[in-house]
């Protein structure tokens, strides 16, 4: 009897556990050096002149900091913090007015540094939708403090 219950019992546990979309990031992915390779602006931003982190490298360690060299070969340093949250997507309203979305992971860091030179004024920006292309590219959405998508950065790692 015991044997027949758990038969039953255990295909609809694997179909329940199914339900549940989940996605793992791997932050170990994250750490090392990256250049910026490509800004694209969107929703009507025509130019980078205002942005914080423009055109330089990162540098990414375990211990949850972080460092910037941009162009001038300016320095800065500073911390980062990776969050994830399952958020709605593709929603859409039946006739009778349910709504029905599919589930996506959104995963964003926040970065907050200062400069290397007494009076360089701070950095920091808020990135999500993180999504490495490959184990050598990732991809960011910089969000406003509107929450809007103002620019998408690709980002390109160095070996």
Known sequence: MRIRNLLFLLPLLFLFSACEKTKDFDVNQLYGTWNIKKI???NGNTNTSGLDFVYGKFTFNTADNFQ???YTR????GTWLLQQEQVEVNCTTATDGTRSCNHDWNVSIRLDATGQVAGQPGKNAYFEYLSFTDADHFT????????????????????
Not at 140 to 159: D, Q, V
Request: no cysteine.
């Open 40 to 42: 694209v602006p969107l």
């Open 68 to 70: 910037f060299i941009n």
């Open 74 to 77: 300016e320095v800065f340093t």
């Open 140 to 159: 960011g959405k910089l969000t406003s403090s509107g929450n809007i998508a103002t620019h998408e950065y690709t980002f390109e790692r160095i070996k």
